[in-house]
């Protein structure tokens, strides 16, 4: 049988009288373009181009997958301190990569529906904040990284500063617990300098009941006082004018704010001024949409970066400890017009200086 079905196919290739079997005219129909051989649809041999790249794609995948899995497993076993690093790193540029898009959908959204920065919700608002600000810091590497070869002195400066060049995204769990110890540190130490400031320029406030109140304060801060609500509000008219108002600050004083807000003091005094003051401004802005949103809202975690973010050092305060500290400082910040944010900033030193800690 399978000598006839030979010689039937060839009888057909050179022209033959016979008639093909059925066999030779399906295959024949798959090697010709006409319309009389066509293959008809339900044919199993009919192979579809969209069907072959997709089981390629699925082919190369899986194939990558697999190596990309012994590659790990090999770092894993031989190098597991350079896996632990590359494992950040690889997870850090997701995250990162997760932001961007984050950021360019909310900026996307904000075109189209012609809202303001201050308008939009506390989440899209507080990630546009946190996103610029990895954004700037990451613009040093890339700046760095232009000249030829400076990329591997770029990596091996990267692995020996990761809390100065690199955002939190590659920071390792310990590490963030102990950079974030680190940057309040350097901000507790302006601390006193603003207390001394106030105590100092409290002598010379106009009003005799305003100059009484905040010497009575400082006094109470520096003795370990925490202080509440009530004995803050009744300030907001002397932090808006001579000589506590944000015109008004003067260089000394915009350092030690420049340093508790995290933000670098070695600037010209206008600089220092526009710098506080915009960062006053959005604080101010993210309080008001926070206070819309309500705080029970909020995950663990997002309050403990809004605290922190305030001054407070919350990386070792429980959850309820921190969501009152907060509930405090929205209460004196909603209350506050613009023209009185310099008291805002103050509270960044005044509310997180006494605060209770619980023991490590």
């Not at 697999?66 to 301190?81: A, E």
Request: contains cysteine; positive net charge.
């Amino acid at each position: 049988m399978a000598l006839s079905r030979v010689c039937w196919a060839r009888a057909a290739l050179w022209g033959s009288a016979v008639a093909p079997g059925p066999f030779v005219t399906r295959r024949l129909q798959l090697g010709r373009s006409g319309p009389a051989w066509r293959a008809p649809r339900s044919s199993k041999l009919h192979l579809s181009p969209k069907a072959d790249a997709k089981d390629l794609i699925s082919y190369v995948v899986a194939k990558t997958r697999g190596i990309s899995g012994t590659y790990h497993r090999f770092l894993g076993r031989h190098f597991p301190r350079f896996y632990a690093l590359y494992t950040v790193f690889m997870k850090g540029i997701q995250m990162l990569w997760a932001d961007a898009k984050q950021a360019r959908r909310i900026k996307r959204d904000m075109r189209k529906r012609n809202v303001k920065f201050h308008q939009l919700s506390y989440r899209d608002m507080e990630h546009l904040r946190q996103f610029r600000r990895d954004v700037t810091k990451c613009l040093f590497i890339g700046v760095v990284s232009i000249p030829p070869f400076a990329n591997y002195v770029v990596f091996l400066l990267m692995y020996l500063f990761p809390r100065q060049l690199l955002v939190k995204h590659f920071w390792s769990p310990k590490q963030q617990v102990d950079f974030l110890d680190i940057y309040h540190s350097l901000r507790k130490r302006s601390h006193s300098d603003v207390i001394t400031h106030l105590g100092r320029v409290s002598a010379i406030v106009s009003d005799e009941r305003l100059r009484w109140h905040l010497t009575d304060l400082c006094t109470k801060v520096q003795n370990g006082t925490h202080p509440v609500a009530h004995d803050v509000l009744p300030l907001r008219e002397c932090f808006s004018t001579h000589p506590l108002g944000l015109s008004h600050l003067q260089a000394p004083q915009m350092k030690a704010l420049s340093r508790a807000v995290l933000l670098t003091p070695y600037l010209p005094p206008p600089l220092l001024r526009w710098r506080l003051k915009n960062h006053a401004t959005v604080i101010h802005q993210l309080d008001r949409a926070l206070a819309k949103l309500g705080i029970g809202q909020l995950t663990a975690q997002e309050v403990k970066s809004a605290c922190y973010l305030r001054g407070l050092n919350s990386t070792h305060i429980a959850e309820d400890r921190c969501r009152t500290w907060l509930g405090e400082w929205l209460q004196i910040s909603c209350s506050l017009k613009e023209a009185e944010l310099s008291l805002l900033l103050h509270n960044v030193v005044l509310l997180s200086t006494n605060y209770l800690e619980p023991r490590r």
